[in-house]
């Protein structure tokens, strides 16, 4: 049973178009985060966040902590943001392991 | 900006044999991790460790696995007898804190192994 759940799959997009990736879990968590994983397969933390929203350039993240969701955006998509998005929880306990989701892989285009 | 490096990037072995991954981890980060993706799946949490020893580990991490920090800057994955099935890409992470899932965590490019 995989405990975090993203939707969509596969998006494609053209480039300029405002994307929404979501993601979904089960049990209660401290901190949901979100990463970018490039077709070499480099992993790049994005965003890490226990509340509200965060912003980082066109990237912003926010959480429902009540309803366990949290959802991804990106404004203004631009070819160079293709890749795969992957959301993921702690573990569980007091430790920082981390649960992944299956990700979704994002292609934007020209 | 300090990163997490790993070597080697690729690692080629025959089934049986045992193979060692190293992770540099960031210098004053706290809390390792090792992860592994087999093509086309997620990514799967294999072992955490903190002040010498293992904090957690998965159900994947099993007996033919062992991890060591044996100097103050490397931190290895050992796989004493590689199966078919151990083929994919390893991720080592670090950490400063690793309470409660809620700090981020550095990964590293990954090594890919493929067990022949």
């Known amino acids: 049973k995989n405990e975090v759940e993203q939707s969509p799959q596969n998006l494609t997009a053209q480039e300029g178009e405002f994307i929404t990736i979501n993601c979904s879990y089960s049990v209660g968590i401290s901190a949901l985060h979100w990463l970018q994983q490039h077709p070499g397969g480099g992993i790049v933390s994005l965003f890490m966040?226990?509340?509200g929203k965060k912003k980082h350039g066109r990237l912003i993240a926010t959480i429902n902590i009540q309803e366990k969701h949290s959802s991804l955006h990106i404004t203004a998509s631009h070819p160079r943001d293709s890749a795969v998005y992957i959301c993921a929880r702690n573990y569980g306990g007091s430790q920082g392991n981390l649960i992944f989701g299956k990700g979704t892989k994002l292609s934007v285009k020209p | 900006e300090p990163e997490v490096t790993q070597t080697p990037s690729h690692q080629v072995t025959q089934m049986g044999q045992e193979v060692i991954l190293r992770c540099v981890p960031i210098s004053n980060h706290l809390y390792f991790y090792w992860y592994r993706q087999i093509l086309g799946q997620k990514v799967e949490f294999l072992v955490s460790?903190?002040?010498?020893?293992?904090?957690?580990k998965s159900e994947i991490f099993d007996d033919q696995f062992s991890v060591e920090r044996p100097d103050g800057s490397n931190f290895t994955l050992k796989i004493r007898s590689t199966k078919l099935e151990d083929s994919a890409m390893y991720f080592c992470?670090?950490?400063?804190?690793?309470?409660?899932?809620?700090?981020?965590?550095?990964f590293g490019p990954g090594t890919r192994l493929t067990v022949l």
């Open positions: 992470a670090s950490s400063t804190s690793g309470t409660s899932g809620s700090d981020e965590q550095f």
């Open positions: 966040l226990s509340s």
């Open positions: 460790f903190y002040n010498n020893e293992i904090s957690e």
